[in-house]
């Protein structure tokens, strides 16, 4: 939990980290730092192209390969579907992640 300095609680901030053994496709995490949608699940990807291939930098300069890129469906609170597109397919990416930023550049709002 982190708070002010002058110890309020008016604005506390829950912060979590999660670490596990094995992959978790199911759930996307919506990353505020990353600058592109990536999983480590082929299998979910559409209209996949594997051409398409860069390095992705972590933010301790680690770097990975994207192997392609395609879409992945969702399925929406309301349960309607859509695509995420320009999803990157990372092998070695235990999770998958959504990108704020493609977000909110495809006209996507976000309130914290």
């Not at 309607?80 to 493609?102: A, C, D, F, I, R």
């Amino acid at each position: 939990m982190a708070q002010e300095e002058d110890g309020s609680d008016l604005d506390q901030v829950l912060l979590m980290v999660t670490t596990r053994s094995k992959e978790d496709y199911s759930s996307w995490y919506l990353d505020t730092g990353c600058s592109n949608h990536m999983t480590g699940n082929k299998d979910r990807l559409v209209d996949f192209n594997p051409n398409v291939t860069t390095s992705v930098r972590f933010a301790d300069n680690s770097t990975i390969l994207a192997n392609g890129i395609g879409k992945v469906m969702i399925t929406r609170k309301n349960g309607e579907t859509t695509y995420m597109h320009n999803v990157m397919y990372v092998p070695s990416m235990k999770n998958n992640l959504l990108s704020l930023g493609q977000l909110l550049e495809k006209g996507f709002t976000m309130a914290m």
